[in-house]
Structures are given as structure tokens and as C-alpha cells.
């Protein structure tokens, strides 16, 4: 273990069960009391996920149309992260109950699934998803997941949607607790975010606090006012097998229907 990548002033634990706190410290500082005290971290840049705006084909030898998605969010320091957070949640991060489920597999059936979460790290934060569906469907499938991107991002959730989504999110907070492992997890993420050692018993109150008016002021930031999607599909019988990439301008002005490419795969930011 090399001090040059860990060092007791960044150093977070979390330890979680029926253990004595003097034995804890005791093993603590035997396995890391060797560590250097102060970081001398090469700093690193912040970094804005998927610019600029593009659409990539690329050829693969696949099943099936593996469509991936995802853009610049929220950072977790930012005070709109939790009306994000929720937004998110209502974009695609909440199962069968999610715009992006109801709307490309319920309604219209172009995916076998479907699923969207959001990712912050120290210098970056993004929204990534993924869904999987058959060849001939991966145009429309890559359109209504835009749609549904851009509606949320220029209008917001309803009333209704962020209810039940404050409603969900609060419930769910102590099925995700339920072993020691997944609350020692909870905790040592709370650290890195550096968060309060109460967060835990106020979160509740921080979903709470979030309105209709604080969900429509972040949805844009939410989802980076675009995404970037990746569809992959089978090789086409006749064709070599070698790699085939296109990359192509997918500004709005430039912006051109899947559809008019049934036999790549691609990747685009919109």
C-alpha cells in the first residue's frame, strides 16, 4: 500500500456492528498508522462529461442493440443536488415507475430494459443509462429516450410525480439500510461527500424540503441538457466484421434520425 495514494488526512473508515471502539482504533492505527500524515496529491481537474455534442457509429458483432446514455449532472456539493437527485429519480432512476420505463418499454415496447442512475465523483457528476433492444428498433428507441431527456430537462416534473418520488425516496432510505454492510457503505460515502455525521437522520427532512419550483429550477442541470447514447446491433450478413466508426456532427442544427443508419451502431450527445 503506497503512501503516495493514501495518507491519513483524506483516509475515511467506517465501521459499523457489535465491536468495542478502543479495539477498532487499536487495529486501525496498527494496519494504518505507517501512513503519512499530510496528502501530497497530484491535484486533478474538474471534468465536464460528454462535450461537445456528437453522434459516433460504430460497428459491432452483438445480439442484439445495446443503447447507453448519459451527460453532465449535478456535483454532490451543489445545493440543487437533492431537487436533482429526485428528478433523476423520476427520469429513470425509479424502476417500472420511471418516465423513461412507462414511456419506452410499457407504452411502446422497445426495450427489453431499461436503467438510469446518477454518478457524482470529487471532479465530475453524470447521469449514465442503458437499455437493450432488438436491431430494428434502435432508432426509435434512441429518439423516445431524447425525448423524454429533453421534455424533463425543459419543464420539469409534476406536482404528482414529485410526491410520490419524495414519498419513495423516504421510504426506501431504511430498506437500503437493512445489513451492516450496506450502512457502513451509507456512511463512508457520506464522509467522502463530507457530509454532516447526522445526514443520516436528516435526509428525510432534506426530501422534504425540496419543492416543485426547486425540481423545475434543476431539471436542466440534471440531465446536462442533453445526453450522450451508444447503440450497438448485430453485424448485417455481407459485412466484414471490422470495425466501423462514423463520427458525425449531432448539434441541433446537424441533428439527423437513427433510422437513416439501420445498420450501425452509434453513440451521440445531444
Known amino acids: 500500500m503506497s503512501g503516495a495514494s493514501l495518507q491519513k488526512d483524506t483516509f475515511k473508515i467506517a465501521v459499523v456492528g457489535g465491536v468495542d471502539p478502543g479495539a477498532v482504533c487499536k487495529l486501525l492505527d496498527k494496519t494504518f498508522g505507517s501512513l503519512p500524515s499530510n496528502a501530497e496529491a497530484m491535484p486533478v481537474a474538474d471534468v465536464i462529461a460528454a462535450k461537445p455534442p456528437q453522434r459516433v457509429f460504430i460497428q459491432l458483432d452483438v445480439p442484439q442493440t445495446v443503447v ?58 453524470m447521469f449514465l443509462g442503458t437499455s437493450g433492444t432488438c436491431a430494428d428498433r434502435a432508432g426509435e428507441t434512441v429518439e423516445e429516450i431524447e425525448k423524454q431527456v429533453r421534455q424533463i430537462a425543459a419543464e420539469g416534473p409534476t406536482q404528482q410525480e414529485l410526491d410520490d418520488a419524495k414519498s419513495y425516496l423516504k421510504g426506501s432510505q431504511l430498506v437500503a439500510l437493512n445489513t451492516s454492510s450496506k ?88
Not at 425509479?94 to 426495450?111: C, D, H, I, M, Q
Open 68 to 125: 447507453t446514455f448519459g451527460g453532465p449532472a449535478v456535483r454532490r456539493s451543489e445545493p440543487g443536488f437533492m431537487p436533482a437527485c429526485i428528478v433523476n429519480h423520476i427520469l429513470g432512476g425509479g424502476g417500472l415507475t420511471s418516465r423513461l420505463f412507462r414511456e419506452v418499454r410499457e407504452k411502446r415496447g422497445l426495450a427489453y430494459s431499461l436503467r438510469e442512475q446518477l454518478v457524482w465523483l470529487d471532479h465530475s457528476a
Open 183 to 270: 450502512l457502513a457503505r451509507t456512511l463512508l460515502q457520506h464522509q467522502l461527500d463530507k457530509l454532516p455525521i447526522d445526514y443520516l437522520e436528516n435526509q428525510n427532512a432534506v426530501v422534504d424540503a425540496v419543492t416543485l419550483e426547486d425540481a423545475k429550477e434543476s431539471s436542466a442541470a440534471a440531465v446536462g441538457r442533453g445526453s450522450a447514447h451508444n447503440y450497438r446491433r448485430p453485424r448485417p450478413k455481407g459485412r466484414s466484421a471490422g470495425g466501423h466508426c462514423a463520427v458525425q456532427d449531432y448539434t441541433p442544427a446537424g441533428r439527423r434520425s437513427a433510422r437513416h443508419r439501420p445498420d450501425d451502431a452509434a453513440q451521440f450527445i445531444f
